[in-house]
């Protein structure tokens, strides 16, 4: 008897432990969507077309540049330049968005985001080390890293700026694939 009860126990926690993680899933990324804003001004556009590299900076700003979408694509003493091998970024755009702060919850600023056209999960992997590196780097506190099935998340906190790295299915991908295609979005606070 008391082996059938432990039996039963192992079989009951493997689908809880599935339903918790899909719900939790689920709250992520229905509660890190952003709300666009419109610009007041036009900032940079990136190429349209795909092309192995999308040049965007030319010199990096001083540390007390204003301009978010600038800092983001050009980089500074705290910033990365935005990263560009082999990558197509969408026009940046001025918006709100919730930053996960880890136990605190999360926070809806005001900032740049900018996301890349669809890339591969490699592609989108290599982005995600990049950005990891530097915000290390650079001494970025990190408040928040989660990762699912080709998705990610992480948020860094510093001198009350914040940068979010986070990575999704592409739009249209609706049950994954081997290999699928992916979206990264890159957000500076103001």
Not at 70 to 98: A, F, M
Not at 128 to 141: D, V
């Amino acid at each position: 008897m008391y082996v059938i009860l432990n039996l039963m126990w192992k079989l009951l926690i493997v689908p809880l432990v599935v339903l918790v993680f899909g719900v939790s899933g689920l709250f992520l990324y229905k509660s890190f969507q952003t709300k666009q804003v419109p610009l007041p001004t036009s900032t940079t556009q990136a190429s349209k077309a795909p092309s192995p590299t999308t040049e965007v900076a030319s010199s990096p700003p001083t540390a007390s540049t204003s301009d978010p979408c600038e800092v983001l694509i050009k980089g500074n003493s705290d910033v990365p330049p935005l990263y560009e091998e082999g990558i197509t970024w969408e026009k940046t755009q001025v918006t709100e968005y919730e930053i996960p702060l880890g136990e605190e919850g999360s926070r809806k600023m005001s900032g740049c985001l900018i996301k890349t056209q669809n890339i591969t999960d490699q592609k989108g992997r290599d982005v995600r080390i990049f950005y990891s590196g530097k915000m290390a780097e650079t001494k970025w506190n990190p408040l928040t890293s989660a990762d699912g099935m080709y998705s990610s998340i992480e948020s860094y906190g510093k001198d009350s700026k914040y940068f979010v790295i986070q990575q999704n299915l592409a739009p249209g991908v609706t049950s994954p694939t081997q290999n699928p295609l992916v979206v990264i979005e890159v957000f500076y606070s103001q």
